[in-house]
C-alpha cells in the first residue's frame, strides 16, 4: 500500500506561481511514475506532469514552459515525494489537483494507482 499526502494549493492572482508537493510512504519501492492530474466537473481526468524513478519528465501541452515537476526518491529515504512547481497561473488552471503513484506510466489516466486527497488551486484577481 502506498499513501500520499499533498499540501500546496491555495489560491493565487493570474500569473503567480504555487507549488505542490505530495510525500508518499508505505511501499514506495513499488513507485515507478509520479504525477499530477486534474479532473473539473464533467470533464475527463487529464494529465499535467509526471516523472518517473530515472527522472523522465512529461507534461501536458498546455502547461510546458510553465510547470516543473521534480522528485526526490533518495535510495536511504522512506519516503518519495513530488513536486509542481506552477509559474504564470492563468484562470483555467484552476481546478482540483491530485497527487497519482503507481508501478505503469500513463496508469493513472485510466485511474489505477494510488490518489492523493486532492489539493484546490484557485486562480482570481
Known amino acids: 500500500q502506498v499513501q500520499l499526502v499533498e499540501s500546496g494549493g491555495g489560491l493565487v492572482q493570474p500569473g503567480g506561481s504555487l507549488r505542490l508537493s505530495c510525500a508518499a510512504s508505505g511501499r514506495i519501492s513499488s513507485i515507478l511514475v509520479m504525477g499530477w492530474y486534474r479532473q473539473a466537473p464533467g470533464k475527463e481526468r487529464e494529465l499535467i506532469a509526471d516523472i518517473t524513478s530515472r527522472g523522465t519528465r512529461r507534461y501536458s501541452d498546455s502547461v510546458k514552459g510553465r510547470f516543473t515537476i521534480s522528485r526526490d526518491n533518495a535510495r536511504d529515504s522512506a519516503k518519495d515525494t513530488v513536486k509542481l512547481q506552477m509559474s504564470s497561473l492563468r484562470r483555467e488552471d484552476a481546478d482540483v489537483y491530485y497527487c497519482?503513484?503507481?508501478?505503469?506510466?500513463?496508469?493513472?489516466?485510466?485511474?489505477?494507482?494510488?490518489w492523493g486527497q486532492g489539493t484546490q488551486v484557485t486562480v482570481t484577481s
Open positions: 497519482n503513484a503507481g508501478g505503469v506510466v500513463g496508469e493513472g489516466l485510466r485511474g489505477y494507482g494510488s
